[in-house]
């Protein structure tokens, strides 16, 4: 089977196609086919060396995104041939999702929404369970105010639309005027490029998904969630009572259910900007994405 792999650190020219095993379910595992996949800014950064300690050996698959079809299910209660979506945790297990065939954790797969092809659904799982798992974690009920930081990216984009669904009120920082539309029409209240513009100890929790460290805008008592790992920790607010996390993303098959329910509820939209179709795209893909100024995902098909 085809595999994307790096031998070496660099720009997307290290990316090659190889040929590599089929990999074999164990227990309590689910053997994919992969149809598609997209680009995140961690496939990006482990290409170019930038993770550093951590990295797994190479060379190396890469990838944690996977839209695919069943092709043994275990006793996972997913069937062959059934659509499903997945996240592999590729620094911690050093199982990438660019391969035709991909083995996984039953409990990192989840069926596909119902209501988009596979392509889109490719698009969701990592910004997904990390938009998720981070509203999760500030615990924003109905009728608390939320910023978001980054607001229109693939995390901040999702995370606008689900905590808007929860009933939050949600202001959101973004980075250029196409954004501002963006947040507008997905629930957010005041929508701004400057930080300067948001208010002071007015949030019940933040949402920071690019190392903005807006903290003067969190309440005293508030809740202050990072994504941002290479920016580095949150300041510390523990004199003014706020809980701080730079909150890293978990293999998370429920959390992939729920969120393929909102998609088909109507209440969650995958925005993609573009799809390549041929793994042999790979390096394109990367390059768009290195491009920036995207409005949504870059998507590969298989
Ligand atoms: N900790 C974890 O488990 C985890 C999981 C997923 C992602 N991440 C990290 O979280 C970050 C966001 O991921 P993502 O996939 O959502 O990336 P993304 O799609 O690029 O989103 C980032 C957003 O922040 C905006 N932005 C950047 N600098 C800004 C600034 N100074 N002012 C206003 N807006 C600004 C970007 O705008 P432009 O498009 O104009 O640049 C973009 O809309 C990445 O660093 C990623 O590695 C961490």
Do not use: C
């Not at 060379?59 to 209660?77: C, N, Q, R």
């Not at 369970?129 to 009728?143: F, I, K, S």
């Amino acid at each position: 089977m085809r595999a994307v792999q790096i031998d070496r650190f660099g720009t997307p020219d290290v990316l090659g196609i190889v040929e590599a095993p089929e990999p074999e379910p164990g227990p309590g595992e689910v053997l994919v086919r992969t149809v598609a996949t997209s680009i995140n800014p961690v496939d990006d950064k482990t290409r170019e060396g930038a993770i550093g300690e951590g990295t797994p050996p190479l060379p190396l698959t890469l990838g944690w995104d996977l839209a695919g079809i069943v092709v043994d299910g275990g006793d996972s209660g997913l069937r062959a041939g059934e659509s499903v979506i997945a996240m592999s945790h590729q620094l911690g297990s050093g199982r990438g999702t660019w391969a035709d065939l991909v083995v996984l954790p039953a409990h990192a797969v989840a069926t596909a929404p119902r209501s988009i092809s596979l392509v889109e659904a490719a698009a969701l799982p990592l910004p997904g369970l990390t938009a998720l798992q981070t509203l999760n974690w500030l615990n924003v009920r109905a009728g608390e105010r939320l910023l978001i930081t980054g607001a229109a990216g693939a995390v901040g984009g999702l995370a606008l639309q689900i905590a808007h669904a929860r009933g939050a009120k949600v202001d959101a920082l973004v980075s250029r005027d196409p954004h501002l539309t963006f947040a507008r029409d997905h629930g957010a209240g005041l929508v701004t490029t400057d930080p300067r513009a948001l208010a002071d100890r007015a949030y019940d929790a933040v949402f920071d998904t690019f190392g903005a460290f807006v903290t003067d805008a969190v309440a005293d008592g508030g809740r202050y969630a990072s994504i941002a790992t290479q920016a580095g920790p949150v300041p510390d607010l523990s004199s003014r009572g706020v809980r701080t996390t730079v909150n890293q993303v978990r293999e998370d098959g429920e959390g992939l259910s729920e969120l393929a329910e909102l998609v088909d509820s109507g209440s969650l939209r995958v925005r993609v900007h573009s799809s390549l179709f041929g793994l042999q795209e790979i390096r394109a893909a990367h390059e768009r994405f290195l491009r920036g100024g995207l409005e949504g995902k870059v998507t590969v098909a298989f």
